[in-house]
């Protein structure tokens, strides 16, 4: 059973860098038939597809144009678990962020609020 | 074209059948996933590709696709499948993921 567990301070400062991290069990973030995903969620974007990242013999990573510039995803095989990374962020970044994965975002995380507020 | 169009809203009489819509250029080449919701919660698969439930996934979940239009249908719907109803797919040029704005289901 795969599972997804999120973590990162639930608040941030304006202007500053927004950092979680997901860590995985029951596969590898090195897989060949996965991708790994950050989704966030606010009333006013609904859900919004970030980017992914995901190893076929080497890392590609992809971003959503929304965020294309201020965002970057790593991975990290010796933890087994990735990266979201979203700087200069301002309060309309506050939301709750998911981790999900690929195929068809099977499997998420819990889910972390994080409030973009000084 | 990047836009997944939902009705906000549905209801259904319990035990009944109900269809939930989703609407996009995008889906004339890509399949949608359903995915459902709960308060506080994070979003569920509940069926994906052509017509496939995940394990766990009760089989009065089904999905269907024609055209531009993917449909989610419940037949028997429950109290418990109350919930808020996503679809998602691929953007037509395929480079990003893309999600409809949702809709609620109310099961009366």
């Known amino acids: 059973q795969v599972q997804l567990q999120q973590s990162g301070p639930g608040l941030v400062k304006p202007s500053q860098t927004l950092s979680l991290t997901c860590a995985i069990s029951?596969?590898?973030?090195?897989?060949?038939?996965?991708?790994w995903n950050w989704i966030r969620q606010s009333p006013s974007r609904g859900l919004e597809w970030l980017g992914r990242?995901?190893?076929?013999?080497?890392?590609?990573?992809e971003y959503a144009e929304s965020v294309k510039g201020r965002v970057t995803m790593k991975s990290d095989t010796s933890k087994n678990h990735f990266s979201l990374q979203l700087n200069s962020v301002t309060p309309e970044d506050t939301a709750i962020y998911y981790c999900?994965?690929?195929?068809?975002?099977?499997?998420w995380g819990q889910g972390t609020l994080v409030t973009v507020s000084s | 074209s990047s836009e997944l169009t939902q009705d906000p809203a549905v209801s259904v009489a319990l035990g009944q059948t109900v269809r939930i819509t989703c609407q996009g250029d995008?889906?004339?080449?890509?399949?949608a996933n359903w995915y459902q919701q709960k308060p506080g919660q994070a979003p569920v698969l509940v069926t994906y590709?052509?017509?496939n439930r995940p394990s766990g996934i009760p089989d009065r979940f089904s999905g269907s696709s024609s055209g531009n239009t993917a449909s989610l249908t419940i037949t028997g719907a429950q109290a418990e499948d109350e919930a808020d109803y996503y679809c998602?797919?691929?953007?037509?040029?395929?480079?990003?993921?893309?999600f409809g704005g949702g809709t609620k289901l109310t099961v009366l």
């Open positions: 999900a994965r690929d195929p068809n975002l099977d499997y």
């Open positions: 029951g596969d590898s973030v090195s897989s060949n038939r996965a991708a």
């Open positions: 990242t995901y190893y076929r013999s080497k890392w590609y990573n």
């Open positions: 995008s889906l004339r080449s890509y399949y």
């Open positions: 590709g052509k017509n």
């Open positions: 998602n797919s691929r953007d037509s040029s395929d480079n990003y993921v893309i």
